[in-house]
């Protein structure tokens, strides 16, 4: 089975600074997805960036970039020019490529973007 | 859009009743799953269907039952409520390749069991 670990319970970041999550996994397989969700204090869950594990270039949103390794089952998410609507819960999450689409969660990361 | 819809958004039960929460999706998904969410455990599965009619156990199934009746609805049902169950559930539905494999969540349900 899938397992997706991400080893920071807890960061803290400067606003306008740079942060980056970090987050690996355990799989067999060789194509799957990887994706960040944030989860601000609203509870609601946002998808913040997609991966998929076939394309060796890492994905960005705005702000948000990856630097995926696949070799090294390594997912990281980093966050440019911090704000404080940045400040949430992120969860790392893995997805195998077929079949019924199921999302294996990290524990997350809180994040906390201070003024 | 309404996107992913759950109701209710908080709910306070007594050890042994029973509710039933309702998902609904209006984005024509195939997939729908029902996660829990405690404090330090992250999301984990309980059950999941991938088309109307089916369903199957996720990682957490224990106490718990679904249905899905019409592609657009995804029951949890709790047949005897215990403490345990105190959680935020999440429901989500997911469109498979039409929207590139991205699960799409409501906005969870507060349960409390006393």
């Known amino acids: 089975a899938q397992t997706v670990t991400q080893s920071q319970p807890e960061m803290s970041v400067q606003e306008a600074e740079t942060v980056t999550l970090s987050c690996t996994y355990d799989t067999s397989e060789s194509n799957y997805y990887l994706f960040w969700y944030k989860q601000p204090p609203s509870r609601q869950m946002i998808l913040v960036i997609r991966?998929?594990?076939?394309?060796?270039q890492n994905a960005t949103e705005n702000r948000f970039s990856v630097n995926f390794q696949k070799a090294a089952k390594s997912f990281s998410l980093k966050i440019s020019d911090s704000q404080l609507g940045d400040t949430a819960m992120y969860f790392c999450?893995?997805?195998?490529?077929?079949?019924?689409?199921?999302?294996?969660f990290g524990k997350g990361t809180k994040l906390t973007v201070n003024p | 859009n309404a996107g992913v819809t759950q109701t209710p958004k908080f709910r306070v039960l007594k050890t042994g009743q029973s509710m039933t929460l309702l998902c609904a999706q209006d984005m024509n998904h195939e997939y729908m799953y029902w996660y829990r969410q405690d404090p330090g455990m992250g999301l984990r599965l309980i059950h999941y269907?991938?088309?109307?009619?089916?369903?199957a156990k996720g990682e957490v199934p224990d106490g718990y039952n679904v249905s899905r009746l019409k592609k657009q609805n995804f029951l949890l049902g709790l047949e005897s409520a215990a403490p345990s169950q105190t959680s935020v559930y999440f429901c989500?539905?997911?469109?498979?390749?039409?929207?590139?494999?991205?699960?799409?969540f409501g906005a969870g349900t507060r349960l409390s069991v006393l």
């Open positions: 991966q998929e594990a076939y394309k060796q």
């Open positions: 989500a539905s997911d469109g498979g390749r039409t929207s590139k494999n991205i699960q799409y």
């Open positions: 269907s991938v088309g109307e009619g089916t369903t």
């Open positions: 999450a893995f997805m195998s490529q077929g079949g019924s689409e199921k999302l294996v």
